[in-house]
């Protein structure tokens, strides 16, 4: 059974930053896709960063040169570190992942998800 499980999240003021991690265990290959995104209240789910199976990256606009996302294999933790946080950065991240090394930042991509972390930014 494949389960996604985030923390990290918390409560920073604008500037600041904040490292979210992501455990993901099940999976029989380890060549998997996994990636962050993000949905604040009344807007749509959108894609922050992910890294394929072979392990390139891709950012989202909004977040490119802040945010910087990693992989550590040995352990099956994804981590997404945040820095100079913006009041608009404050949104429930979630974890997903999938087996295989294509993936983007389209969440329909993507087979397994975490519960979500929440992070909020104060200006």
């Known amino acids: 059974e494949v389960q996604v499980v985030e923390s990290g999240g918390g409560s920073v003021q604008a500037g600041g930053s904040l490292r979210l991690s992501c455990a993901a265990s099940g999976y029989t290959s380890s060549r998997y896709c996994m990636g962050w995104f993000r949905q604040a209240p009344g807007k749509e789910r959108e894609g922050v960063a992910r890294?394929?199976?072979?392990?390139?990256?891709t950012y989202a606009d909004s977040v490119r040169g802040r945010f910087t996302i990693s992989k550590d294999t040995a352990k099956n933790t994804l981590y997404l570190q945040m820095n100079s946080l913006k009041p608009e950065d404050t949104a429930m991240y979630y974890c997903?992942?999938?087996?295989?090394?294509?993936?983007?930042?389209?969440?329909?991509?993507?087979?397994?998800w975490g519960q979500g972390t929440q992070v909020t930014v104060s200006s």
């Open positions: 997903a992942a999938r087996e295989g090394i294509r993936c983007g930042l389209d969440s329909h991509d993507y087979d397994d």
């Open positions: 890294i394929n199976g072979i392990g390139w990256e």
